[in-house]
Nanobody
Framework: QVQLVESGGGSVQAGGSLRLSCAAS????????MAWFRQAPGKEREEVAT???????RYADSVKGRFTISQGNVKNTLYLQMNILKPEDTAMYYC??????????????WGQGTQVTVSA
């Protein structure tokens, strides 16, 4: 059974940094892709960053140059380093995973989310 557990959210002032973590278990990491999504109240879910099984990454334009997605050495932990945070980054952040041929928006496995709040 695939399980994803996020941690690392919190409250920070604009310009600050946070690092989110997602502990993964229950699947063969080398064949899975992983992603971070976020959803703010009243807004649609947004794909923030994705990392493929070969390590290639993609980012939403809104976070390019500020956020970095990465995996641990044994690929069972996903990270999102968030720098120069802005109030508009405030959202619930979710870790997601699935086989790499599945579009990220259709990933089957999701964590419970971790809240990030950025104050002006």
């Amino acid at each position: 059974q695939v399980q994803l557990v996020e941690s690392g959210g919190g409250s920070v002032q604009a310009g600050g940094s946070l690092r989110l973590s997602c502990a993964a278990s229950g699947y063969t990491y080398v064949t899975y892709c992983m992603a971070w999504f976020r959803q703010a109240p009243g807004k649609e879910r947004e794909e923030v960053a994705t990392i493929d099984s070969d390590g290639s990454t993609r980012y939403a334009d809104s976070v390019k140059g500020r956020f970095t997605i990465s995996q641990g050495n044994v690929k069972n932990t996903l990270y999102l380093q968030m720098n120069i945070l802005k109030p508009e980054d405030t959202a619930m952040y979710y870790c997601a995973a699935d086989r790499c041929w599945v579009p990220a928006t259709n990933f089957r496995y999701w964590g419970q989310g971790t809240q990030v709040t950025v104050s002006a």
